[in-house]
């Protein structure tokens, strides 16, 4: 399964890596399963039509997983990334400049933190 990892490079700017999380078959319903991965909290998050958030880090290591709408993310080189319904954000940029988080097409956004 693809999903993107933003992380915080040596150069303290954010930066975009697509990762794979592997599938292994479980010999069940699944077709395949990643292994288990430690979760301490989630959020669900609503978010409107003029949301945008200048230069931040995230507070944690999170995915974030969008339900509904979409996500633009801005990183350190002008690099822009859209992230639509059902698609996997990996944020693990912490510390340094960060990024920016925008709206896209005018939409609220849902999505899990």
């Known amino acids: 399964m693809k999903v993107t990892r933003l992380y915080t490079g040596p150069d303290s700017e954010s930066h975009f890596e697509d990762v794979d999380i592997p599938l292994k078959e479980t010999g069940r319903a699944d077709i395949g399963r990643s292994e288990l991965m430690k979760a301490t909290n989630i959020f669900f998050r609503e978010v409107g039509v003029d949301y945008q958030w ?4 995230v507070s944690r290591r999170q995915f974030l997983i969008v339900l509904g709408g979409a996500i633009e993310i801005e990183i350190g080189d002008g690099t822009r990334r859209q992230f639509g319904t059902g698609d996997v954000l990996l944020a693990e940029d912490t510390m340094g400049r960060g990024h ?6 005018n939409q609220p956004r849902l999505s899990v933190l």
């Open 54 to 57: 200048d230069w931040h880090n």
């Open 100 to 105: 920016i988080s925008r709206a896209v097409n």
